[in-house]
């Protein structure tokens, strides 16, 4: 009777490998020891090698394909010899058996057959050591931890038997971060002069950076808008008569005033990505990124195209303060549909803005700067998500930026 | 007021004998010629078909439950069936003389009285009104199945079919039934027909038609009430109160005279010598004859007789005599009616409990078979008149039962499906419309009132200048409820007052105090020592048209009241399937240094049976506010008071006691002081404690505590609690009734599930130790304190930075108490 070939386990519980070539085709011959095929884990190649003697009778997984740890993927024997019907071919596990690490009892034998060889006792996985004991915190703190991405493992709690409290947790986010006082070590290893922890605001950042240009596909636009009647227009607004009592207006208002009101016309980029399907948006809650000494914080103002200047102005103001105090909430960051960064009073022409995942658009403004004939040009970098959204679609909403921009002061005219 | 009854030492110490008199013992005796020629042979036919149709509908139900079937039409019943076959005489005799306004209350086992009850009523009402009836009730639902499948020329038979299609319904759980089929065969009750609720526990229509008759006393109506119950029902303490109830001195000598004499109610006993299998003659009995009851309850003997139940005309005669007593004011009555049940107590009973001989000899004395037999030897009726009649009443059971069972037309009710409908069949949430009440009669104007003067003349809000006031001087608890019953009684002359001690004393808390220069007696009136039969007149009150306002002295005596409180006061809105209201209030009074048996706090128990709406204000605005909307609700509603709070300012609400009588919204609870770090609910004076916890908080600690005080437990809306918690994470709550089955647990529970995410700490729930509740000196150890507060923050929830525990259990719940038993 046929010797099944079965994937070893691949050291996580749970976790597929990935088939990655046969070394022995169906016909072929193997030889007791010798390597069948090789699969690949998270960790390493494995050569996975033939149980017994034989000719390779079946091959039930090909390359490219995920394999489940124990499951068979082929069968050796004697040429011509009847392997089990097809139904009963894949021995999957069952989710439960597999998060437990253990195989499923063998099926039931055909009549007549010799009892299946009983499956291989699986190892019992050792105590994940990487696998943090149960934490005690309060479901608030949870909730605040994830939507903070906060590692609960390293919170301290102040509550009862030192159960974690939301606090804690909205603490510990914005905890300055501190170098560690290790004492100089002889190396010829270069040493850093200081470790900075990857912890509260600066993980967050390094998570969604990270997750972002891994996962969308970014594509930068670059334009000029003429700033001309915008700078015109934020002097007028400055020495008008009612200046004095409202709040003050910025260049960055101005922009963000104009972004948002073009950016709503365009559904297509005013969206946040999902593979179940991309969400478009008939309102812009415009996120802006604000940096602090406690690091990057994107505040989001809600309905941003339908707020006057200085509603804008003073929202936007507001959560500049809010987030350099380290006071901004969780849920004033959340909702954005489409984001700016402006890089302008650093010095900065052009730049490729990383989209702030799931959406699926982030404008750059750079620093303006004169052309031959005077001209005040601003430049505009447009980072879209091309899974989502083509280069056509993504220059017209720009152009539109720029054409709002342009003509900023009379925005609200009809 | 002065005492009206002088008590005098001579008079108490001079001997003498009482002499209680005789009870006649079966004394009817008339020729069938004279019943001939009093009430024509028509309505002695009548009165024999009755009987046969009462019957058939006992014999449908046994072939239904022993053989699956009757005259062929099969059908499976799953509830009961305690049938009365045998007793035909006693309920129609007893229905014979009824005009269609008496009200019947029956027992489990009435279905008789029920039909014959109709049928009497059905014979005896004018066509039009009768029809006008018929169609109006629930809606037109029973007339429409009636009108559209058993039709009939002849408007007697047509109301006859409805009569019986409703009462099968009923019995079959359908929604076409008289009470949508949510009573049963064991409630049923129709009251256009006069057939008020039967009764599944044992005795429990004495006090509702005790209630009943006092509204027609106190109101000024005609009609007289009949309960029927059991000989084994004098076995019970809420029977002989009803008794006394009736029978109360000062109904006959301290009424003014228009609202003079004994209740107009007939204790109907249907003997038949057994309970289910005691027999209360000769067993579990003293009294050897249960008419003697009579001699002990008051000089009249209630008239009580002994009957033969098995005669007609011996029981109608006894109606008869029984009404006239009543007209000449010397009621209640008493009759002893003795029949037998030659069936058993229901399907299900072997009968071993009496001999075959027995059986036989009543048998031979079947009223049905002895009735007809006079009739044919006199030549009232032919001699097959019987037959003739038996095959009517098996056509009509049968046409009847046809329609009852067809789910088509006969649907049940789909109790799930809309949540909204059982809870509008538990509560009808509408208030009296003002229009329809009439002013109250009052012994001065309101304005003349002089304790009401007097309170008008403290001001409206406890605090002054940042400190609170006495309540010599400022509006109390106690104040803000004889406002509220000062404007609602006067506004609505069906409202009346009874309780211990409530009139001249002013009930033992003084609340009532000034009342009674208001409340003429008929509308404020000292009730007996009677729990049970305070709080089950009041149900019959509420069923017959009044709106009683009724006191329990304190809490603890809940016990006393136990049936009336909960099978009967909560039950009569849904079991009659939401059609009909019962508007009655319950004040009752939560003590306080009184000991284990006088400070109970019993709110979370009463929450525990569905259909009374409970409430228990801790301001005095809100005692008057939620007073005022109890009694213009039509809804039956516990009123809880703390004994600690009678003599407590309005020091929460800013804006005071208001002068006028404005309604606060029963259900929403009120936002006593607001504040992000914690929420704590309380229930009652719990409050007062609450709100010192939250001071210390603040000052000593920083945390700002939102405070909210429930006001209303049934019903109660979460969505300001839901709003808190999802502010600040964290909620304790405190109340002093027992920490076990508090009805905190139900909030805590709901509030875990719905504010999961946004919870901060466990919900912890505080309240009063489960023991004894302590003498005076050691309540503190009992209840909950300020202290127990700060404690139960600083362990369970938040640490209080440099807090110091009390030595000692905190108040919370710990499972090594329960495995104690605490």
Redesign the interface.
Known sequence: MATEIRIPTTGNAGEDAVLVEWHVDVGGSTREGEPVLTIETAKSTLEVVAPVDGTVLEQRAKPGDDVAEFSVVGLIGEPGEATHPAETHTHELSAEARAHGRSLPPESTMGGEEPAEPSPEPPVPAPDAARPARIAASPRARRVASALGVDLTEVDGSGPLGRILAGDVERAAVDATTATDAPPVQSVVIQPSAVVPVRGVRKVTAQRMHASLSEAAQVTLTRYANADSMLQWLDRIRTSPGAASAPRVTLNDLLLYATARAVVGHPVLNSRFDWDGIRQFDRVNLGFAVDTERGLFVPVIRDAHRLKLGELASQVHAAIERARGGRLQPDEMAEGTFTVSNLGGLGVHWFTPVLNAPQNGILGIGAAHRDGDGRMLLPLSLTFDHRALDGGAAARALADIATAIEHVDVLDAF | MVKELPIDPDDIRRSGELKLGSIPVNAYEAPLAEERRRYGDAALERIGRDMLLVREFELMLNSIKREGAYLGVAYNHLGPAHLSIGQEAQAVGQAFTLDPRDKVFGSHRSHGEVVAKGLSAIAKAEPNALREDLTRWAGGETWRVVRDLLEDDDPQQLAINYLMYGMAAETFGRRTGFNRGLGGSMHAFFPPLGIYPNNAIVGGSAPLATGAALYNRLRNEDGLVVASIGDASTGTGPVWESFNFASMGQLRGLMDEAHSGGLPVIFFIVNNFYGMGGQPIGETMGFERVARIGAGVNPERMHAQSIDGNDPFAVIDAMRQAREHIEAGTGPVLIDCQTYRLSGHSPSDASSYRTKEELDRWAAADPIERYFGRLVDEGVVDGDRQSALKAWAEQTVRAALEVAIDDRVSPRMRLRDEPEVMAGLTFNSTSADPAEASAGETSVAEADLPHLQAIRKKSRIGVADGAPMPGSKAVTFRDAIFEAIVHTTAADDRIALWGEENRDWGGSFGVYRGLTEFLPRHRLFNSPISEAAIIGAGVGFALAGGRPLVELMYADFIGRAGDELFNQMAKWQPMSGGLVQLPMVVRISVGAKYGAQHSQDWSSMATTVPGLKVLFPATARDAKGLLISALRGNDPVLFFESQRLYDQPEVVHPEGVPVDALPTPIGVPNLVRRGDDLTILTVGATLYRALEAAKRLHEQYGIEAELIDARSLVPFEYDMLLESVRKT?RLLCASDANLRGSWLHTVATTVTAEA??????PVTVLGARNWIAPPAELEWEYFVTADDILDAVH?????LSGHVMQPGRGGWAVPSDSALGL
């Open positions: 994470g999961f995410d946004d919870l901060d700490g362990e369970r929830i938040l640490p």
